[in-house]
């Protein structure tokens, strides 16, 4: 008899479950979370690897400040230029000339480096990977220190030297209550599967305030990189907004922005959507390949 009774009210909260499940669904808002969730699953499902292309197009010199010479020298937002991004935002986009780890090391005028604004070519251009003869060296670490303070000057969570027009696959994360991360040449040797992907709403330093985009991100990550000091390999598996925060930075080291992460009708406005339409296929295509690097161990 207690058997049976005990059957019989797990029969019936199973019932309750479906019910219970079946309404969630129906009254569920599906309409607000297919743009968000269903257009990504379709370029998660083809992966594929494709070159990276240039956002140059005709109306883009109109948009940026004229270039400097010398960036380390000029004052970091490079905002003496009048031109506006659209009537209602006083936003100013850059033109930074690339430059050198060792010169952007060497400086002994700026403790900031400028950073890059949309729609700044540079932050197109993917970091190169910082080479042998670097670690251990002054150099190396004047850009580790440089890198740090200018993350804390803006308070961003992290941030890449490539974002500064610096190019060095040079990645920092601020991590409150833990030893802040400098990562060089850092990839992506493991991920959570996609199932466990998570949505995030995130903004960017080099654009716009006022834009913000919805994106997946793995739920965590494994990230080898060297230490700036040693060249030592090291590994990490980051978690929640520590792996978020390294994604959106990872990106940045490949030249892809969170404008790619999104389809080109979740953008700001019309202007945005002309410059960042030329391409944008094939860097959502890059912003959602799921591939992973060779591990150095
Ligand atoms: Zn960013």
């Known amino acids: 008899m207690p058997f049976t009774y005990v059957r019989y009210r797990g029969v019936v909260q199973v019932q309750r479950g479906l019910v219970i499940g079946w309404l969630c669904i129906l009254t569920f808002p599906m309409d607000a979370l297919k743009p968000v969730v269903f257009c990504r699953r379709a370029f998660l499902t083809t992966t594929l690897s494709v070159p990276l292309q240039s956002i140059l197009s005709p109306s ?50 700026m403790t900031v480096w400028p950073m890059g604004r949309w729609p700044d070519p540079v932050l197109r251009q993917p970091a ?110 980051l978690r929640g907004e520590w792996a978020r925060a390294a994604q959106h ?6 030249g892809i922005l969170v404008t790619d992460h999104v389809e080109l009708s979740e953008l700001e406005n019309d202007l945005m959507r002309s410059i960042e339409t030329a391409g944008h296929a094939g860097r959502m295509e890059l912003a959602y390949s799921r591939a992973v690097e060779k591990s150095a161990f």
């Open 128 to 237: 190169e990977p910082v080479s042998s003869e670097f670690f251990g060296s002054t150099e190396l670490q004047n850009a580790c220190w440089l890198l740090q303070n200018t993350a804390r000057h803006y308070h961003a969570v992290g941030l890449a030297a490539q974002q500064c027009g610096v190019n060095a696959r040079i990645v920092y994360l601020e991590r409150p209550f833990f030893r802040s991360l400098t990562m060089v040449n850092p990839h992506i040797v493991q991920r959570s599967p996609e199932t466990k992907m998570r949505v995030w709403t995130e903004h960017c330093l080099v654009l716009p305030p006022t834009f913000a985009a919805t994106v997946l991100r793995d739920a965590w990550i494994t990230v080898e990189y060297q230490e700036a000091s040693t060249g030592t390999w090291k590994i990490v598996t």
């Open 249 to 254: 930075e990872l990106d940045h080291d490949r």
């Open 60 to 109: 883009l010199s109109v948009l940026l400040a004229p270039e400097v010479d010398n960036p380390l020298e000029s004052t970091p937002l490079n905002n003496n230029s009048p031109v506006l991004v659209d009537s209602d935002s006083s936003w100013i986009g850059t033109n930074l000339p690339r430059i050198s780890l060792t010169h952007a090391s060497t400086s002994t005028t």
